[in-house]
């Protein structure tokens, strides 16, 4: 089992950065892969970003790519989302979760076991 916890999500402006972290916890294998995903109110869950905790390759969505940044801290066993140039339409619940199968990109909700509470960020005009 693996817990996450996240945290940093707020209400900013256009424009405007926020970062969200992500803190896993339990066991945690190096082979994992951990990603962010958001979900608006009556949308479903969207991909945004994954990276691989041994290797810190990073994959992002079309959407945020440029003004998104996955990264990872191995001692500080941490995972941040910096987000930059916010809009109104990243609006959303975000969440982090961890990928352990071995799928092909894009990334699916389905290929992720474990899930964080979600953080809410909201980006007024």
């Known amino acids: 089992q693996v817990q996450l916890v996240e945290s940093g999500g707020g209400l900013v402006q256009t424009g405007d950065s926020l970062r969200l972290d992500c803190a896993p916890s339990g066991v945690f294998l190096s082979t994992y892969v951990m990603g962010w995903f958001r979900q608006a109110p009556g949308k479903e869950r969207d991909f945004v970003a994954t990276?691989?905790?041994?290797?810190?390759?990073?994959y992002y969505a079309d959407a945020v790519k440029g003004r998104f940044t996955i990264s990872r801290d191995n001692a500080k066993n941490t995972v941040y989302l910096q987000m930059n140039s916010l809009k109104p339409e990243d609006t959303a619940v975000y969440y982090c979760?961890?990928?352990?199968?071995?799928?092909?990109?894009?990334?699916?909700?389905?290929?992720?076991?474990?899930w964080g509470q979600g953080t809410q960020v909201t980006v007024s005009s």
């Open positions: 990276i691989t905790w041994r290797g810190g390759r990073t």
């Open positions: 979760a961890v990928k352990t199968v071995v799928s092909p990109n894009p990334p699916q909700v389905s290929d992720f076991r474990f």
